[in-house]
């Protein structure tokens, strides 16, 4: 009897400058290697630093999906910016989808104007915990920041996502996409992000 076909959608999002772009490469050509097939549509608000970026990545055990993932599909919501991940939230989510959300914003430019409001720590927890399953909140940036750089936090992000095994993807086969990535000194960093961001979640 064949086996049941395995399928993930998975997003990321944040903002330009965080690294969401190549935090999905990395998951797509992780699970690639172990047989899966991926695409990946990736889409931009403002071109310049600073405008929403979000990743679909559609993972299949059989075969080759469209790229973007329909409204209301996501399996997994991964958020480098907290705004970002409710923002996706509330068109791509479920009452079954899993958030993992960055706990430092970034204002942007019509907020730090004095145009818009941004929106409350508890008041983003409390919206996201009512759109989907589960909620797990990461310092990512601010523990990046103490390792000596903001851009890490994406690593420590996917840490944590890793951690939870909601993916057919382990840490240590994630570990081997990295030693193919990266040289050296550059490797043990994010190696050292990647378990770090363990540390922030509880699988369950």
Known sequence: MAAAEQMYNLIITGVGGQG????????????VGKGFFVTIGETYGASQRGGSVMSHIRISSRK????????G????????????????????GNSRTVVIANTRPIYPVDVTSGDEKYP?????????????RKV???PATEKAMEMGSAILGN?????ALLE???LPLSPAEFRETLARTFREARLET??????EGKRFVQPG
């Open 190 to 195: 994010n190696l050292r992000a990647l378990e």
């Open 136 to 138: 797990y909140s990461v």
């Open 120 to 132: 409350g720590e508890e008041e983003i927890q409390s919206a996201l915990k009512g759109l989907s």
């Open 164 to 166: 939870l095994k909601l």
């Open 64 to 71: 080759q999906l469209s790229p973007l993932i329909p409204r």
């Open 20 to 31: 969401n772009v190549l935090s999905s490469q990395l998951i797509g050509q992780a699970l």
């Open 73 to 92: 599909k996501a399996d997994i919501v991964m958020g480098l910016e907290p705004v970002e991940a409710l923002r996706v939230l509330t068109v791509y």
């Open 155 to 159: 690593m420590i992000m996917l840490g």
